[in-house]
């Protein structure tokens, strides 16, 4: 049973565009390969044949798994959602109490995770810690080197 995950409008399309372009461009370019592969000779001696089929594997691999991810995938109203809390798609600006820094990320599915653009995953240890805080709560995460505790300055939506 799959985990269903929350995606907006814009990640819910680049996941369904992926998978679009997996199945309509490289899936009918890797049956091509087989076959040019194919046309070389004895198959039992060929390694270019066997190369194509393994490459042709790995993206019905990758093609299954998108499939999965989009059969679970639910598209969020953020319009709906609780400002006052903490949830997915939620802008959290936090200070680290240790040392003072502040730091901001938005909460998002797994998929949609890129920390350099200070996008969290809500299953990473600091998205889990930082779900259903609000505003002047205290997140105490545990993390390899011990435990945590952020301050929750503000939640947006943006």
């Given at each position: 049973?799959?985990?269903?995950?929350?995606?907006?409008?814009?990640g819910?399309?680049?996941?369904?565009?992926?998978?679009?372009?997996?199945?309509?461009v490289?899936?009918?370019?890797?049956?091509?390969d087989?076959?040019?592969a194919?046309?070389?000779?004895?198959?039992s001696?060929?390694?270019?044949?066997d190369?194509a089929?393994?490459?042709?594997?790995?993206?019905?691999?990758e093609?299954?798994?998108?499939?999965?991810i989009?059969s679970?995938?639910?598209?969020?109203?953020?319009?709906?959602?609780?400002?006052?809390k903490?949830l997915?798609h939620s802008?959290?600006?936090?200070?680290?109490q240790?040392?003072g820094?502040?730091?901001?990320?938005?909460?998002?599915?797994?998929?949609?995770?890129?920390?350099?653009?200070?996008k969290?995953s809500?299953?990473?240890?600091i998205?889990?810690?930082?779900?259903g805080?609000?505003?002047?709560d205290?997140?105490?995460?545990?993390?390899?080197?011990?435990?945590?505790?952020f301050?929750?300055?503000?939640?947006?939506?943006d």
């Amino acid at each position: 049973m799959s985990k269903i995950s929350y995606y907006t409008a814009d990640g819910l399309k680049k996941l369904r565009d992926e998978l679009n372009y997996l199945k309509d461009v490289r899936r009918p370019k890797a049956s091509q390969d087989i076959a040019d592969a194919r046309d070389k000779g004895d198959l039992s001696e060929n390694a270019e044949y066997d190369a194509a089929k393994e490459a042709q594997g790995m993206l019905e691999m990758e093609i299954s798994k998108l499939e999965e991810i989009l059969s679970s995938a639910r598209l969020i109203d953020e319009s709906q959602l609780d400002t006052s809390k903490a949830l997915v798609h939620s802008t959290v600006t936090i200070k680290n109490q240790t040392n003072g820094a502040t730091m901001k990320y938005k909460l998002v599915a797994q998929s949609e995770a890129d920390l350099k653009t200070g996008k969290i995953s809500v299953d990473s240890p600091i998205g889990k810690g930082l779900l259903g805080k609000q505003v002047g709560d205290v997140a105490e995460i545990q993390v390899p080197s011990g435990i945590m505790k952020f301050d929750i300055i503000n939640i947006t939506r943006d």
